[in-house]
């Protein structure tokens, strides 16, 4: 039997662990980027967004959520545009808990919360989508791309629904890659092939016809050039010429017969060599001078 001693040690030690117990159950403490939530029988009684040590009875319960910044990427879905184009759009959601106890009753955790968030923004990026023509989203004018203030609405619409449903603030929707089907991408590869191809005919086409205009020019200011430089060497031949007969005019007249001697000489100069043979009456001035030498040409003054 246990004595009364260790019986009163027994309840002791029993009241000590019931009140570590009450103490445990109630202090908890909320760390920075948290929020707690306190409940009561499953329904929730206070809210706490200080960082710190908290109070609580001790039938009270409580339930720590991440107040931060989430990042959530929905499984990539396909969609319709307005000209019944298929793609497949791929995007990403920051959001974080904006009404604790919404959140709570509504979606319970992260889980539920990204499952909630997975409909809605296919809904909205299904109706946006199918309000645009594909050349909005995808175009080589950067000019015609509309994704920005798409997003922008897409974003404001789910942040409107998922507040006043569930608590959650949709800080921002972006599209991390827009694609095509599988089935439709070889299709779409050779539609943009020949857009491609003709745009480089239209860029060929234009580079010959400028080609043409410069060869063309360029002949014209060649046919003008060598007109001039012909004009110009033809007056030039033609005062050489005037100038030429001058000087020999005025050679001629000062003394004619050795003008002539030193034209004759000259000739002799342009045919005579070892090799040729010349046959002359005995009346050629060529003939008298090499005969009877300068005094001839002078006689026949």
Known sequence: MISSEGLRA????????????????TFYCVSEGEVAIVTQFGRPV???????????????SRVVLDARLQMFNPVA?????RDKKNLVVDSYV???ILDPRRYVQSVVDRVGAETRLQDTVKAELSI???????????SIDPAAVQIAPMMRQVTTRCNSAAGNDYGIEVVDVELRRVNLPEENKESVFARMRAERDRIARRYRAEGSEEAARIRSDADRQ???ILAAAY????RLRGEGDAKSTAIY?????????????????????????????????????????????????????
Do not use: C
Not at 46 to 60: E, N, T
Not at 77 to 81: C, G, I, K, Q, S
Not at 128 to 138: E, F, K, P, Q, Y
Not at 231 to 234: D, G, L, R, W, Y
């Open 128 to 138: 946006a989508i199918g309000s645009r023509d594909l050349s909005s989203l995808v």
């Open 10 to 25: 027994q309840r002791r030690w029993i009241a000590l662990a019931v009140a570590f117990l009450a103490l445990v159950s």
């Open 94 to 96: 920051v959001w974080r």
């Open 249 to 301: 005019a005025s050679a001629y007249n000062r003394d004619p017969g050795f003008y002539k001697m030193t034209r004759t000489l000259d000739s002799y100069k342009r045919f005579l060599n070892e090799k040729t043979t010349v046959i002359l009456s005995s009346d050629s001035d060529l003939m008298r001078l090499l005969t009877h030498g300068s005094a001839s040409q002078s006689s026949g003054k």
């Open 46 to 60: 206070a809210v706490i967004r200080d960082p710190g040590l908290h109070v609580k009875w001790p039938w009270q």
């Open 231 to 234: 004009e110009k060497a033809e």
């Open 222 to 224: 060649k046919t003008d």
């Open 77 to 81: 879905t396909e969609l319709l545009t």
